[in-house]
């Protein structure tokens, strides 16, 4: 299969994105001083490569293999993890951070609202995401025991449920009409949910009619959302490690193993 790492006849993570994203790359592969260090399989990535279409901010994409760890990733990041971003002779990491910094440029389509409340009810939100929701999506889907991931189920739902209930009523958004920092935040687990979560462990389609059936249509068929994704099968492959809890499958996988949070 191209773009992808097989080994003993299992399936690893992809080095080349497909699909739609993958036009994306091709349309920023030219020399731009912003530079995004990014991997096709990588939620983390897909984050601030939402941010930076959304945005309609000029950039270059460079598709990386972090687990090679080439010397310019390393010159913006000595951890070697993605994703980073190189502005000019800068350089900086950590998804949350990078969408903090392109929101701070203050250049194209705004992420974060104008008024201070509505952004620290933003901010408050995003941290949820990153404390719980994306912590109970891996805790679920490395799970092997199936009385545990009956328990890691629930509480995934739970934690998505205390989203739901801070969003605005309406939506189809958190904050209403228009994508925005916490939908972006979430957006690439949103992706996993389906791509992921479903064929390995029988995630369930969102009830017709809800509110979060509204949010993930919403955010399925965003623009830029779309433009960073990849097809079903890059999804399928690269999570199949994650799936067998294989050893060594990443840092977030051990971290999440030993109870930790995010590394």
């Not at 945005?55 to 010397?71: A, F, G, L, N, S």
């Not at 992420?111 to 109970?136: E, F, M, T, V």
């Amino acid at each position: 299969m191209t773009g992808d790492n097989q080994q003993a006849g299992k399936k690893s993570y992809h080095t080349k994105a497909t699909g739609n994203a993958l036009e994306t790359v091709q349309k920023h592969a030219q020399e731009n001083e912003l530079k995004l260090f990014g991997s096709c399989f990588c939620p983390f990535v897909q984050r601030v490569w939402i941010s930076l279409e959304h945005k309609r901010i000029p950039y270059q994409y460079i598709e990386v293999d972090p687990y090679k760890k080439p010397k310019s990733l390393l010159e913006v990041n000595p951890r070697g993890l993605v994703p980073a971003l190189r502005h000019g002779d800068w350089g900086c990491y950590e998804s949350t951070v990078l969408m903090e910094y392109l929101e701070d440029l203050d250049a194209g389509n705004a992420l974060l609202p104008p008024d201070a409340k509505s952004r620290a009810h933003s901010r408050l939100w995003s941290d949820h995401i990153n404390r719980h929701l994306i912590p109970g999506f891996y805790r679920f889907l490395q799970e092997q025991s199936p009385e545990k991931q009956i328990s890691y189920a629930s509480e995934l739902k739970t934690e998505i449920g205390k989203l739901v209930d801070a969003a605005h009523a309406e939506g189809p958004f958190f904050l209403g009409a228009d994508i925005s920092f916490v939908d972006i935040q979430m957006a690439p687990w949103v992706i996993r949910l389906n791509r992921v979560l479903k064929p390995y462990r029988g995630w369930p389609e969102p009830e017709p009619g809800s509110r979060w059936a509204k949010w993930v249509e919403a955010i399925e068929k965003d623009e830029s959302v779309q433009a960073t994704t990849s097809s079903d099968e890059l999804y399928l492959d690269s999570y199949e490690r994650y799936a067998e809890n294989r050893p060594d499958t990443s840092q977030l996988a051990k971290a999440v193993n030993s109870g930790r949070g995010l590394p």
